[in-house]
């Protein structure tokens, strides 16, 4: 594919970089003329964003780190010499939007905002934009699926794509288009959700069961290192199950209380 969008001298626009940035845009432009909805002011909105952005950048590595690690060979600093060097790719989605999330809430506590009713305004955004990094994954060849014979499938053969070395040239399921596109869905079925009337923090567990259903089943096309498996199940398979688990508590405790938004 295309994981590198200009080169000038040493410098390279990495096209993972170009659509994470238009990822955040686009989600932050959908969200910009809505903010009366939640009385939210700009300020307040953008700090949201800036504190999302940055728990997941740091959330996303540090995942990577840990699962990536065992994989590695050499010494303590050649690994870390690795992740310096290639700092720039390698992110694992739940481990940014954990932490992106942790600090969400630590700020909207701080703030004295209603938690339940900014999550619901602030969770539609994220599929739109994650559908922009999935699209950066495949343009990079990280992420990618295991060989198929399907027509679909696609060929990764630049040199600086992240495939694995083993699959350069060998016909793989697209699974970052598979997930982008299921994204773009979930998109706009939060959306139609959140415009009718609902009870707070619904919007929230919607995306968690639909994202949660979109990653658990993609994770078996996925072709590339997915870290220890656990009875059968990936790391983000694990994950999605305990954002289940507790998705279903939290639905739980909703109905009961009976919280209506609007």
């Known amino acids: 594919m295309h994981p590198v969008l200009l080169k000038i001298g040493s410098f390279e626009l990495a096209s993972y970089g170009v659509m994470t940035a238009l990822g955040y845009i686009a989600g932050s432009l959908y969200l910009l003329p809505r903010l009366k909805k939640v009385n939210l002011d700009k300020d307040t909105f953008w700090n949201l964003i800036f504190i999302a952005f940055m728990g997941a950048l740091l959330g996303g590595k540090l995942l990577f780190i840990l699962v990536t690690w065992p994989q590695l060979t050499g010494s303590v600093g050649e690994k870390i010499l690795y992740f310096v060097q290639n700092f720039r790719y390698g992110f694992v989605f739940y481990g940014g939007m954990i932490a992106a999330v942790t600090a969400l809430i630590i700020y909207i506590k701080k703030k004295r905002l209603p938690l339940l009713t900014i999550a619901d305004f602030m969770i539609v955004g994220l599929p739109l934009g994650h559908a922009f990094g999935r699209v950066g994954c495949f343009l990079a060849g990280c992420c990618h ?18 495939v694995s070395p083993d699959l350069i040239g060998v016909p793989v399921h697209p699974v970052q288009l598979y997930e982008a596109l299921g994204n773009l869905v979930i998109f706009f079925l939060l959306h139609k959700l959140y415009n009718r009337p609902h009870k707070n923090g619904t919007v929230l567990l919607a995306y968690v069961a639909y994202y949660g259903t979109l990653r ?3 994770e078996f096309f996925r072709g590339d290192f997915r870290g220890a498996y656990i009875f059968g199940l990936s790391p983000a398979q694990l994950i999605t ?9 939290t639905w739980w ?5 009976g919280q209506k938004n609007g």
């Open 145 to 162: 699926g295991k060989p198929t014979t399907m027509p679909w499938g696609v060929t990764f053969t630049d040199a600086h794509a992240m």
């Open 216 to 218: 658990f089943v993609l």
């Open 253 to 257: 405790n909703l109905t009961r209380k």
């Open 241 to 249: 199950l305990l954002l289940a688990l507790g998705a279903g508590i």
